[in-house]
């Protein structure tokens, strides 16, 4: 069936994939030509003969393989289905990944690139040259390297997609410009998780657990939504139990064998609380905490005069948790006492085991949410179940990004409006706050590019964006690169058509599973030209239109802006084969292929193939166990000549050689640990204690700024979780799929039957739900499957356009009124829903849903949380039936009591400016794009 061997698609974990079974999967060699009957010419066999071409679905962070087959006769594509030869999602897909094919063909695409023709905002656009743009971007772009102004030029992502690549284009041009989503995703999951290991995202293998917790709605629209869905449920089919924390009862808890409806925030009291059990019945893995927590630190630091032995460390963590009894997390949860007990003593016999995420959620809602992963990882710790199999790994374990060739210098320039001297431990750059900033003074934006990112819509206090976008002191010269419209790209200066799913490249790599691989986004129309003979420079010339794609947009933006090599740039932009030419993206990806990818030229010369040849076939990779082991890496034994020249530390046994920790002594032996300061697992952070916080230096639970105290159900008040994924849905791009829109079109808000009585409505009323900074008016949900006194709604709908033919796309947006009054306030009304229209598509004439769904993100004021950086999303409202006047869609928004709510969080903030050290964050913290150490000192 497959000429590739079996072997290569055996996980490193022992799953075997499924292609054998897959009988109606074309095998590889018949993808060049595959016959199928013509649907649409039933009864009638009529063959139609396709090409199928691999690339990865762009629409969620997982990376999925999907396979485009595109028609031999009309050279387009025709659909696109799983690909059973990606490691990750061997073949399955959610909806959104079929649903490419719509975002290709969306009638109301943008194909050309924009140039506003009015004042921002006023939706006056004209046609322009992709010349034009580059060339004004470039020019703005080299005064401010060539001026020193480093810190003006801002790339902020939405979806990457993508691994390394901007930040080898921001190295390369020498500024602190990469911003971000994050801090409104999931910066505090990834805090918790970072100040344990220094790796800052969990890669569970859920497939050989026996016991599985989540918190989050994970299985159904989480992170990594459809591969570790689909193992999740062969661990449960294995006889593992599932265990979900979520105050909803989301698909993932409807398939739980428990649901656990604590209360919002109080989810690390119920952890710690299990945390005790395991302690106190003795379930915890000894010998794994004595080799590789840090509790000698522990002790000596705040212990000095307890025998520094590890049993007397057990005792005292005895102590230390003696208040999470499980009737103390109860009560602080809803949950029964004999449940909580029940499944502490489930994890701590599941042992090595247990698999644990957290992702979103409870840490994304939450004031201290990140105490939430930091206490979840501490089971995983006691249990001993990091990185072992059906355990929890750190995601770096389980996932590969390739070095590209000539890497940059890091940049010696640090920008204040990314990692400002209030947030110095802040895991992600504190992009929710940037339009303060800007207002403040704290600088200007001479060149800002928001790409696949629409902050306007999906931030908080998104009026204050608007007001930064159309200020042209603030921000000089703005681009929207995006595959569709969006709410932000209102406000640009250009809007940049870039490709969707199979119309770009980009190179990927998930922690999915227990396994390494890399997944190859193509775009397939070139690829199919370029295979039958038809030349293609740039790819937009095999797009729609004059679409292009990224990779080249920054290769030629480069170019531009250092036409003769004289600012050290172009130099990364010149081909390594073909000295002093400009880079082609098939030079930049076959240079990754032939000299980066641990036995992929292997396995492509097992095929006759070069490995872009075999890459351009299958589509992803995996590598091989041999060459990248996946489990217990901490383990690894430092080599003779890793030890030539370094010293050991006798108290801590930590190993260093140059000025840079690389490993430690344990037991006698040289390993290489984590990449913490201890190199080993912080139970105890002196990081912490030293930046600012040293009441949190062990694991611990933070009473949110939502914790039940602070609502009063008498008053009318509830907790709002608005942070909930419609699995159907994509954030803010699936606006340009009729199916996704067709399937879900609704964003009512839940509440329980007990509250509602209370405020007397029914499922359909129109309920007002007050923030603290506005209101919005939506469709009420009755419904079991919250718990009382918690209301939710999902944060995908509510789309707007504010002018008939253009702006957001007409399967998913209401025509709206949004304007500033003179008091400072906004207010947005719905003037017409969703309605029919007539285009090239027949299907939109048929449109039948009429509600747009409703926006919330614009009454939310910002609340960074003072640790992690993290936007604390959950909300105290209050829920009554609507107003007289109220209609359906309406948002209110007072921006004075928004700035009032940023000046509350930011005092809660503990600066560090004046350290002796002169350091403006952690040295041995992550960044994700990392400036150079000296730029780390002020
Ligand atoms: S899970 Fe994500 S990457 Fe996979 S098919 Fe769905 S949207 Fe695409």
Redesign the pocket.
Known sequence: MTNIPLQQHIAPSGEQMSVRDLASCPPPEKWRDWVEYDAKAWPRKVEKHYEIIPTI?F??????GLMAYIDKESGRVQRFEGNPYHPG?RGR?????PATINQVNDPERILYPLKRAGKRGEGKWERTTWDEALDTFAAKIRAAIVEDRRDEVMYHVGRPGHDGYMERVLGAWGVDGHNSHTNVCSSSARFGYHIWCGMDRPSPDHANARFILLISSHLETGHY???QAQRIIEGKMKGAKLAVMDPRLSNTASMADYWLPTWPGSEAAVLLAMARIILLEKLYNREYLRRWVNWQEYMAAEHPHEPQEFDRFIELLLDLYAVYTPAFAAAESGLAEETIIDIARQIGHAGTAFAAHTWRAATAGNLGGWQVSRALWFLSVLTGSIGTPGGTAPNAWNKFVPAPFLKPSLPDVWNEMLFPPEYPLANYEMSILLPYFLKEGRGKLAAYFTRVYNPVWTNPDGTGWIEALTNEQQVELHAALTPTWNETAWYADYVLPMGVGSERHDLMSQETHAGRWIGFRQPVLRVYKERHGEPVQFTYQANPGEVWEEDEFWIELSWRIDPDGSLGIRKYFESPYRPGAKLTIEEYYRWIFEHSVPGLPEAAASENLAPLEYMRKYGSFEIPTQKAPVFTINERELKPADLEGSQVDERSGTITRSGVKIGVMVDGKAFEGFPTPSRKLEFYSATLKEWGWPEYVTPGYTHSHVHRANIDAERGEYLLIPTFRLPTL?HTRSGNSKWLNEISNANPVWIHPIDARRIGVESGDLVRVATEIGHYINRAWVTDGIRPGVVACSHHLGRWRLETGQGADRWTSALVSLGREQDGAWRLRQLQGVQPYTSDDPDSARIFWREAGVHQNLTFGVHPDPVSGMHCWHQKVTVEAAHAGDHYGDVFVDRRKAQQVYEQWLAMTRPQTTRPDGLRRPLWMIRPYRPAASAFKR
């Open positions: 679905c629409n969620c962070e997982a990376a999925c999602s897909n959610c909806a959104k990944g939504f459809n591969p994509i």
